[in-house]
């Protein structure tokens, strides 16, 4: 049959089938047109329903007509709704609607069906058409194309977040490093280096007996009547700048400082070791002279010269860490109780060394001797050391 009226499907569902579709007649005038065409054109297609009102065509470089459409009937075409192009800020017209599909003749009406798919590969650039998925048939390829290309940029996005978030752990983990250096850095200034690796790797830290361990205890002369005198701040800034050499000093000979309690500065040389030997009271004896030496540079808050009490002894101790919130490595035993006597003993400006730690240093020739009498010797200080108790210089 040749009457449109016998057709076994009606307009409508054809229109909605293939929503991009145009039947054009021998003058290439519009007889249909599916239903998002209808759309996007508007109700203009009233008036006016030539072919090249509408559409521009690309492909094939031919000239708009029937008999040459016919001609290359077997070719791709490709045209531009020219309601939907606009001129960009250069001045150059954009497409923005390019329809792609082939020209079928109808040779029971002698017209042809352009039967057609919008040129997209994005779910945006369909929407900048003003068009949406349901718009393009399910059996229309390009429908599979957009769903594929949201999927490849829905992975892609995935592929950078997770980049991003690599990168981002690889930033927390080196930052994390960071403070764990910091944290073992700390650890290994506050206590001696085998206790720092124990706690490091949260192993038991027993307490342990440490013999030859050479103490030192130092204290400034008057430092009471200074704090009355001066303001807190001062009396800090005073200690800060002494303190500060202090633990220079103490670094560069590897002693461990015990605790500084106000004015009172305390080393020990031995302690990280399961025994001291006479090179580390060789050490401490150096720390003293050279605290003698800087606190001849440091002033009071009152401009006047400060000085300094200190005492070294030489013996054994029990050593433990103290405490869990803010633990402590401290000394204890008879011993440590003698070398803060021998600071007491001592005479500002000097430093008093016991029986023990001059039989360690004795033989080291950079130093001064003056030996003092028996009696200068701290209350407990046990009769079966031979020996008394000397300056050192």
């Known amino acids: 049959?040749?009457?449109?009226?016998?057709?076994?499907?009606?307009?409508?569902?054809?229109?909605?089938?293939?929503?991009?579709?145009?039947?054009?007649?021998?003058?290439?005038?519009?007889?249909?047109?599916?239903?998002?065409?209808?759309?996007?054109?508007?109700p203009?297609?009233?008036?006016?329903?030539?072919?090249?009102?509408?559409?521009?065509?690309?492909?094939?470089?031919?000239?708009?007509?029937?008999?040459?459409?016919?001609?290359?009937?077997?070719?791709t075409f490709s045209v531009q709704l020219k309601s939907a192009t606009q001129i960009d800020d250069s001045g150059k017209r954009v497409t923005l609607m390019e329809l792609k599909g082939q020209m079928i003749?109808?040779?029971?009406?002698?017209?042809?069906?352009?039967?057609?798919?919008?040129?997209?590969?994005?779910?945006?650039?369909?929407?900048?058409?003003?068009?949406?998925?349901?718009?393009?048939?399910?059996?229309?390829?390009?429908?599979?194309?957009?769903?594929?290309?949201?999927?490849?940029?829905?992975?892609?996005?995935?592929?950078?977040?997770?980049?991003?978030?690599?990168?981002?752990?690889?930033?927390?983990?080196?930052?994390?490093?960071?403070?764990?250096?910091?944290?073992?850095?700390?650890?290994?200034?506050?206590?001696?280096?085998?206790?720092?690796?124990?706690?490091?790797?949260?192993?038991?830290?027993?307490?342990?007996?440490?013999?030859?361990?050479?103490?030192?205890?130092?204290?400034?002369?008057?430092?009471?009547?200074?704090?009355?005198?001066?303001s807190a701040m001062d009396v800090v800034e005073m200690l800060k700048s002494l303190y500060t050499k202090f633990d220079k000093l103490c670094g560069e000979l590897d002693l461990y400082k015990v605790e500084t309690i106000g004015d009172a500065y305390v080393v020990a040389g031995g302690v990280q070791n399961h025994c001291g030997t006479a090179e580390d009271a060789y050490h401490v004896a150096l720390?003293?002279?050279?605290?003698?030496?800087?606190?001849?540079?440091?002033?009071?808050?009152?401009?006047?010269?400060?000085?300094?009490?200190?005492?070294i002894h030489t013996g054994s101790v029990l050593s433990g860490v103290v405490g869990t919130k803010m633990p402590r490595y401290c000394l204890f035993g008879h011993d440590v109780t003698l070398a803060n006597k021998m600071e007491s003993e001592s005479e500002a400006g000097r430093i008093n060394i016991s029986p023990t730690t001059y039989e360690l240093i004795r033989e080291h020739k950079e130093f001064i001797f003056t030996e003092r009498p028996r009696s200068a010797l701290p209350d407990g200080f046990s009769s079966h050391v031979q020996g008394t108790c000397h300056f050192l210089e």
Do not use: W
């Open 287 to 311: 720390m003293a002279v050279g605290m003698i030496d800087h606190i001849r540079d440091v002033l009071s808050p009152e401009g006047v010269p400060l000085k300094m009490r200190v005492g």
């Open 1 to 42: 049959s040749t009457s449109p009226q016998d057709l076994p499907i009606g307009v409508q569902t054809l229109c909605s089938t293939f929503p991009f579709h145009v039947i054009l007649d021998k003058e290439l005038q519009i007889k249909q047109m599916g239903s998002a065409l209808l759309r996007l054109i508007g």
């Open 105 to 230: 003749h109808l040779p029971e009406s002698n017209a042809i069906l352009f039967l057609a798919s919008p040129l997209v590969e994005k779910l945006e650039q369909l929407k900048g058409r003003g068009l949406f998925l349901s718009d393009i048939p399910i059996h229309d390829a390009t429908r599979d194309l957009i769903l594929v290309s949201e999927q490849a940029n829905a992975q892609d996005g995935l592929k950078k977040r997770m980049e991003q978030i690599q990168k981002e752990l690889q930033q927390a983990s080196s930052e994390l490093e960071e403070e764990k250096k910091k944290t073992e850095n700390l650890l290994s200034s506050i206590f001696p280096h085998d206790v720092a690796n124990k706690l490091i790797n949260k192993q038991p830290i027993p307490a342990r007996h440490i013999q030859n361990v050479t103490m030192l205890f130092s204290d400034i002369v008057g430092f009471t009547a200074i704090c009355g005198k001066c």
């Open 44 to 75: 203009a297609i009233r008036h006016d329903r030539k072919f090249s009102t509408y559409f521009e065509l690309d492909q094939p470089d031919i000239t708009l007509g029937f008999q040459p459409i016919l001609c290359r009937i077997n070719a």
